[in-house]
């Protein structure tokens, strides 16, 4: 009879043992192949740099441990053939092992048991590297983004102390444009303050203005009609003095001619004749009209009167 025994492991290559019984107590061990181990240089592929190593020291461990197979594969074969060579000697001296059988079923049993439980082990423990090793690649993985991390956050912390310099400098900035912003808006209030107060010299100035204009117009008026009235006593006052001169040579004529006549002629008749003359001629009266005029006011005038006879 022979019984099989097949252990699986998701990350290791599948091995089997066997234990063949065929009256020569018999005992071999299956070979390992190495096609099915090959995938066991594959477990670095996606694997970064530094956990290539530890991968080379799993596959020079697994190389020992097949040598040690081929190893006892090579004893097995040639304890086999001294088995044979010793029951080939001892020829048709057959012994009745049916008394032995059971003894010897149950001791492969516990056999077969304790190799798988070995195999179990063996299994546990290959997968426990395995975790211990993809536990020291995350680690490895963990530490290196811990320090990338550490990196993001030394950066962030600068990036940080910038933010919070270029903060301080913006508050002061607002401050000083805040106070720039009161003082505009102080003198801001002054100009309106002046511009009302501009404004209402400007609606005084324009009313004073008008007054004066209209003052300005009625002296004009009461200047042109001065002027009118010194036109019309002007030429009055040229009628009077053309009157003047004219009664003047008469009054000079007249004289020349009395003067002319002759002394012969008697008191009497002398003052009858002038009296006469004087009563022949009317009286008129001249008046003389002076005016002082600077910059186009007057400043005095002065009235003169005359008796003249005509």
């Not at 056999?111 to 490895?140: H, I, P, R, Y």
């Not at 003359?277 to 009286?283: E, L, P, Q, R």
Request: hydrophobic share 35%; aromatic share 2%.
């Amino acid at each position: 009879s022979a019984s099989m025994v097949l252990l699986n492991s998701p990350r290791r290559a599948s091995s089997a043992l066997s234990l063949q019984g065929d009256g020569s107590r018999g005992l071999r061990l299956a070979s390992y192949s190495p096609a099915s181990m090959s995938h066991v240089g594959r477990i670095g592929t996606g694997v970064n740099i530094n956990q290539q190593d530890e991968l080379q020291g799993l596959n020079k461990r697994l190389a020992n441990y097949l040598s040690k197979v081929k190893t006892l594969e090579i004893a097995n074969k040639e304890l086999e053939i001294k088995i044979k060579n010793c029951m080939a000697k001892r020829g048709n001296d057959i012994r009745d092992w049916s008394s032995y059988e059971k003894p010897v079923m149950n001791v492969c049993k516990q056999v077969q048991e304790t190799n798988m439980d070995n195999a179990g082990l063996t299994l546990q423990l290959d997968n426990c590297e395995l975790a211990s090793d993809d536990f020291k690649v995350k680690w490895q993985s963990e530490s290196d983004l811990r320090q990338s991390v550490d990196q993001d956050l030394n950066g962030l912390r600068k990036i940080l102390d910038d933010t919070n310099v270029g903060r301080m400098q913006l508050e002061s900035q607002i401050e000083a444009m805040n106070e720039e912003l009161s003082y505009l808006r102080k003198n801001h209030l002054e100009i309106n303050s002046l511009e009302d107060t501009l404004e209402d010299n400007e609606e005084r100035t324009a009313a004073e203005l008008q007054t004066l204009n209209l003052n300005i117009l009625n002296l004009e008026q009461q200047l042109a009609d001065l002027h009118t009235k010194q036109n019309a006593q002007n030429v009055e006052y040229q009628i009077l003095l053309n009157t003047k001169m004219r009664l003047q040579a008469e009054i000079n004529t007249y004289r020349g001619l009395l003067e002319a006549e002759g002394s012969s002629q008697s008191e009497q008749q002398s003052n009858r004749t002038h009296v006469s003359t004087i009563g022949d001629k009317k009286a008129k009266k001249v008046i003389i009209i002076s005016q002082k005029i600077v910059n186009g006011k007057m400043i005095s005038e002065k009235h003169e009167s005359e008796e003249m006879l005509g």
